[in-house]
């Protein structure tokens, strides 16, 4: 489980909700196109899940044709934290 947490805060990991529209069509749309959404509820029309950084760009495509509105709650992961401070490279250094 260690491992895991780890492993998520090196690829970077965005929290969002989908709201409006066909969530169930969302679900799929994403499904066929291999992005798997963890932490996934459903209630009502609305979604909520957690999916990786580097597929959440592609989830707004899917979006817009199952007529949803995504809105991003938390980033979180390595990835995020370096771009807040890429100005400060000598902190790192």
């Excluded at 989908?18 to 969302?26: D, L, W, Y």
């Excluded at 209630?43 to 707004?60: D, E, R």
Aim: hydrophobic share 40%.
């Amino acid at each position: 489980m260690l491992l895991l947490k780890i492993l998520r805060f090196f690829i970077g990991y965005v929290y969002f909700t989908a709201e409006g529209g066909f969530a169930e069509r969302f679900l799929n749309l994403c499904n066929k196109e291999n992005i798997h959404i963890k932490d996934a509820e459903l209630y009502g029309n609305n979604l909520k899940g957690c999916v990786a950084a580097g597929k959440y760009k592609k989830i707004h495509k899917i979006a817009v044709r199952s007529g949803v509105k995504l809105k991003s709650q938390r980033k979180y992961g390595l990835v995020f934290s370096l771009r807040k401070h890429k100005k400060r490279v000598a902190l790192f250094t």
